[in-house]
């Protein structure tokens, strides 16, 4: 894995629907966080949903930006970071697939998701999707050879009425190479409960297409790292969780 190469000016920094942070990064990492946040662009007049649930975690990963933007600093990594709600277009799923533009969120109707044309949907797929694959193909360019790709995600503690114990998940497609190298190390560096492909896994929806469509062409490693939500609700649990990451992923990679 290397650092990056001469063509830095070249990457995009930001736009209305996504951000390049740390361009500068000197690591051999990329970090991404897809449902870094709930904002809703003005025109989908909040897709007919209260402010509390546009609060909450159906439509975005409350805490995940704050441990990605420690962890970036910490690696010293290049950050792309989602600035549009998942509701109004989920930027971690292919454009094929129904829950990139969901109806329903777990046991929430989304009124401004139903019965959507096709042209309204493919205007969704050109103004956020596509900006956002754009940025991040262009970060990854930016590389002299592939980097480790880390996508940083949040769960609930409980979602539709079922508790989920884990709090770590560690989560991986075909390419188990990172996710074996952090899950062989996890307990040196977390007493958190830390589990393989929890509390989903591959076979989920296309959660892992950001890691799939990226990283499987240019054989570069990645994972998928999920945080119980209720562990990162301030900026000290949110750099404490970034802080541990950053030893265990430092760990894992260098024993690759």
């Known amino acids: 894995m290397g650092i990056h190469g001469t063509e830095k000016n070249t990457v995009p920094t930001?736009?209305?629907?996504?951000?390049?942070?740390n361009s500068?990064?000197?690591?051999?990492?990329?970090i991404v966080c897809e449902h870094a946040s709930n904002f809703v662009p003005e025109k989908y007049k909040d897709l007919g949903l209260s402010k509390e649930l546009l609060q909450s975690h159906i439509a975005w990963d409350p805490g995940a930006n704050k441990v990605?933007?420690?962890?970036?600093?910490?690696?010293?990594?290049?950050?792309?970071?989602?600035?549009?709600?998942?509701?109004?277009?989920?930027?971690?799923?292919?454009?094929?697939?129904?829950?990139?533009i969901?109806?329903?969120?777990?046991?929430?109707?989304?009124?401004?998701?139903?019965n959507l044309s096709q042209v309204a949907k493919k205007q969704r797929v050109e103004e956020i999707y596509q900006p956002f694959e754009d940025c991040l193909t262009?970060?990854?360019?930016?590389?002299?050879?592939?980097?480790?790709?880390?996508?940083?995600?949040?769960?609930?503690?409980?979602?539709?009425?079922?508790p989920r114990t884990v709090e770590l998940g560690i989560l991986h497609d075909k390419d188990t190479r990172l996710a074996d190298a952090m899950l062989n190390v996890a307990d040196k560096h977390t007493s958190l409960v830390t589990l393989r492909n929890e509390p989903y896994g591959p076979t989920n929806r296309g959660v892992t297409h950001t890691i799939t469509t990226h990283a499987s062409p240019i054989n570069a490693p990645c994972v998928?790292?999920?945080?119980?939500?209720?562990?990162?609700?301030?900026e000290i649990?949110?750099?404490?969780?970034?802080?541990?990451?950053?030893?265990?992923?430092?760990?894992?990679?260098?024993?690759?």
């Open 24 to 30: 500068q990064g000197k690591s051999a990492v990329l």
């Open 14 to 21: 930001s736009s209305p629907v996504v951000s390049l942070l």
């Open 224 to 234: 998928m790292i999920e945080i119980r939500n209720d562990l990162i609700t301030n």
């Open 237 to 256: 649990e949110c750099k404490n969780i970034a802080v541990m990451l950053h030893s265990l992923i430092t760990e894992a990679l260098s024993k690759m």
């Open 68 to 100: 990605a933007m420690h962890l970036s600093k910490l690696l010293d990594a290049p950050y792309v970071k989602g600035e549009v709600s998942r509701l109004v277009y989920d930027c971690n799923r292919p454009i094929n697939a129904a829950s990139a």
């Open 102 to 114: 969901p109806e329903k969120s777990e046991i929430y109707e989304v009124p401004g998701n139903m």
């Open 138 to 162: 262009h970060a990854l360019s930016a590389f002299s050879s592939p980097p480790a790709i880390i996508t940083i995600h949040s769960f609930t503690a409980v979602y539709a009425n079922n």
